[in-house]
């Protein structure tokens, strides 16, 4: 059955965040009660992402390079973005990012104080990425840097779990049509399945609507939405399980692609694409 390699330290597998930081991404989004700048929001699910990874990935002894993980930003230039020690590297083994934050920020959150009520309470979170908001769309150029490095971990890991590309954008290519560069970078396949592309779609049309994880494009606003969800993979059984766990409810047919996606069902479809799951 495809997509049902063990993941271990001798056979890890990879997710490639590509993330638009195109100028429109400085636009205001809902995030829970407030908004929030779709760099700073996207950023911010990245960091925590990356944090959590961290910590399910640790045992007794340290960190398990279970996965490796490389974020490539595309903007008014292309390339890798991890910030700090690990900048400019397009994979990264997790217990590297884990050992190698930038820095640590001081966040303010809410929780129950035990009588019903909320206090607010300061947490220190890690920061590998930054968020950047210049420049036009470059997604060709990102897509073919997407295709040249899950090449490369290809022919190294040939048998593991098929790289997952989780790619984060607000508008239309400003560099040509990506579609035939996105369908090439989803036929790379490892033995066990190919890789797998989830688009999340911050769309800035007035008539898109949120819509998570459809099995049609019929009800899609625009034809470069209908481009997105065509090219996003199918979610697995598993991802579907875990996307009823967050109530959705999807059909076999399903995709993974979510349009006019708010903070929170960033979050979500961040966590049904990169749940880790048969570690060994």
């Given at each position: ?45 990245i960091n925590r992402w990356l944090q959590e ?228």
């Amino acid at each position: 059955m495809a997509y049902s390699a063990e993941i271990s330290r001798d056979n890890p597998s990879c997710f490639l965040f590509l993330v638009d930081q195109s100028t429109s991404m400085s636009e205001q989004v809902a995030a829970g009660d407030a908004t929030q700048q779709k760099a700073a929001g996207v950023a911010d699910s990245i960091n925590r992402w990356l944090q959590e990874l961290s910590i399910k990935c640790a045992k007794v002894e340290g960190v398990r390079d279970y996965y490796h993980v490389g974020v490539i930003g595309y903007g008014s230039t292309v390339g890798p973005r991890f910030v700090g020690p690990i900048a400019g590297r397009d994979m990264v083994p997790i217990s590297e990012i884990a050992e190698n934050p930038a820095r640590l920020e001081e966040r303010t959150k809410k929780i129950p104080d035990g009588t019903g009520g909320l206090v607010e309470q300061t947490v220190r979170i890690p920061v590998w990425f930054d968020p950047v908001a210049n420049g036009g769309t470059p997604m060709c150029r990102a897509v073919g840097e997407a295709e040249r490095i899950l090449q490369d971990w290809i022919t190294e890991r040939p048998n593991c779990f098929p790289p997952i590309v989780i790619h984060v954008t607000d508008g239309e290519a400003t560099d040509g049509d990506p579609y035939e560069r996105i369908q090439s970078l989803t036929q790379l396949a490892t033995s066990d399945g190919n890789v797998m592309l989830f688009n999340i779609h911050m769309s800035a049309n007035p008539d898109a609507v949120p819509m998570s994880f459809p099995d049609s494009a019929d009800e899609l606003p625009d034809e470069y939405s209908k481009m997105l969800f065509e090219t996003s993979s199918p979610l697995t059984p598993s991802m579907r399980a875990l996307a009823k766990e967050h109530g959705f409810n999807t059909s076999q047919d399903a995709r993974s692609f979510v349009l006019n996606a708010d903070m929170v069902l960033l979050v979500q479809a961040i966590d049904i694409g990169t749940r880790p799951s048969n570690l060994r």
